[in-house]
């Protein structure tokens, strides 16, 4: 399976809070990717690798939790 295709199947599993997010999370990579400048570093992907793994595997907080979590 391709990157592309493990990111596919992670989007179609997200709720509909979480894709919202991952929406915005995955247009700033592409808005930040500029044609002429340099590709992300490896560091970055592999954060971004981290990332997917923990939603696939429903290792996530809703923002709400966050925000409460960081207040307190």
């Not at 929406?23 to 808005?31: F, Q, T, V």
């Not at 490896?42 to 793994?53: K, P, T, V």
């Given at each position: 399976m391709t990157n592309r295709e493990k990111l596919h199947r992670l989007v179609d599993h997200l709720a509909d809070?979480?894709?919202?997010?991952?929406?915005?999370?995955?247009?700033?990579?592409?808005?930040?990717?500029?044609?002429?400048?340099?590709?992300?570093?490896?560091?970055?992907?592999?954060?971004?690798?981290?990332?997917?793994?923990?939603?696939?595997?429903?290792r996530i907080k809703s923002l709400e939790q966050y925000e409460r979590e960081r207040s307190s």
């Open positions: 809070d979480q894709a919202e997010l991952a929406k915005h999370w995955l247009e700033d990579l592409r808005d930040a990717a500029d044609a002429d400048g340099e590709p992300p570093e490896a560091e970055a992907l592999a954060s971004l690798d981290r990332g997917l793994d923990d939603i696939a595997a429903g």
